[in-house]
């Protein structure tokens, strides 16, 4: 039987030379975005900017954010697709807390 709905994690990196605006515009745009693909418990946690543990493109730091929702599983495979092909987004990974 197939799953109607399951918890996820998506934990991301943002570039934090993009400036604070464009941070939380990002911010915003991935939580929009989940409530719009009917994603419920959508909750946002920012870490702010940390150490990366190793350098990405040359930089040092990154702004991290973690989101937990709720949702079917078509829509995590859209918003790993969104996360790789939105300027600023440094890393990113999903992860179904329920398997």
């Not at 799953?3 to 939580?31: H, M, R, T, W």
């Not at 975005?33 to 419920?40: D, N, V, Y």
């Not at 940390?50 to 991290?64: F, V």
């Amino acid at each position: 039987m197939a799953k109607i709905s399951a918890n996820y994690e998506v934990v991301y990196i943002l570039d934090p030379a993009q400036g604070e605006e464009a941070i939380a515009a990002n911010v915003a745009k991935f939580q929009a975005l989940a409530e719009q693909h009917g994603c419920s418990d959508v909750v946002v946690d920012e870490w702010g900017k940390r150490r990366l543990a190793y350098a990405i493109d040359y930089k040092t730091e990154g702004y991290y954010v973690l989101m937990s929702f709720t949702s079917a599983p078509e829509f995590p495979k859209e918003l790993d697709r969104i996360l790789g092909i939105t300027e600023g987004v440094m890393r990113s990974m999903i992860v179904c807390k329920d398997e």
